[in-house]
């Protein structure tokens, strides 16, 4: 159960980041600078890191950061690559350098140091 409440706590930090990241492209890309984005975009901004120090109570900084950067990096790559469509920008590398950080999440997540008495 305790597994599922950190995973659960992951899956919001990290869609409200992304959500954060989503509207900040949009907003930017915008003319008007005060347009409907913008109080959405610093609504959203507080909780973000909120739900970051929340997560970071129950798994440490360390493996936080890795996996929650991790995670925001590959997806919002992903929007970007599906939705904005700008997959003929990203090098071979770059999509290989994708593959690791999943891997690098599935590690951070799967394999915890254990617990020595």
Request: aromatic share 12%; no cysteine; charged share 10%.
């Amino acid at each position: 159960m305790q597994n599922i409440s950190k995973l659960l706590y992951i899956a919001i930090a990290v869609a409200l980041a992304l959500s954060a990241n989503s509207v900040s492209a949009i907003w930017a890309k915008d003319g008007n600078r005060y347009s409907m984005w913008f109080p959405l975009l610093l609504a959203l901004s507080p909780l973000v890191f909120i739900s970051f120090g929340l997560v970071t109570a129950k798994m440490g900084v360390t493996v936080t950061s890795g996996i929650l950067d991790s995670l925001l990096t590959i997806l919002t790559m992903l929007i970007g690559i599906v939705f904005f469509k700008e997959w003929d920008k990203i090098s071979v590398a770059q999509y290989i350098g994708m593959v690791f950080a999943v891997v690098g999440i599935l590690l951070m997540l799967f394999f915890p140091k254990e617990k020595t008495m």
